[in-house]
């Protein structure tokens, strides 16, 4: 029982540290690179010379916040968060959270970021 509990414990350690059990969901993240929406993949830029690139699983969520997305409203630019499991040599995506959308004058902060309208004002009586 003893032993039991070290390989166990051992285990979640070994996960805790980045270094996933097989099968396991890891996450990556860093800014949109590239988004392709038709084979449904994404390129990560994770560091100044390194890049990742994700094949988006059928059933992934894309969120932002609490707001669902589509892989359409996501552009290039945005910062992301991705959880993944690896498959072979294939990273596939089963979820990705907008970690700060892409610059105002963007594209993809207008899908992100909902209009704000001023509160209608009031004539004093």
Request: aromatic share 4%; charged share 20%.
């Amino acid at each position: 029982m003893a032993l039991l509990g070290l390989v166990i414990g051992s285990s979640a350690a070994w996960a805790e540290q980045g270094r996933p059990l097989s099968g396991s969901m890891m996450t990556s993240s860093g800014t949109i690179a590239s988004i392709d929406a038709q084979s449904k993949t994404l390129r990560l830029k994770t560091g100044p010379v390194s890049w990742k690139n994700f094949q988006l699983d059928q059933e992934a969520r894309i969120t932002s916040g609490l707001r669902k997305l589509e892989l359409n409203d996501l552009a290039p630019g945005t910062e992301v968060r991705v959880e993944y499991q690896q498959e072979g040599n294939r990273q596939i995506a089963h979820r990705v959270d907008v970690m700060r959308p892409s610059g105002s004058n963007t594209p993809a902060s207008s899908k992100l970021e909902a209009p704000s309208e001023p509160a209608p004002r009031t004539q004093p009586e």
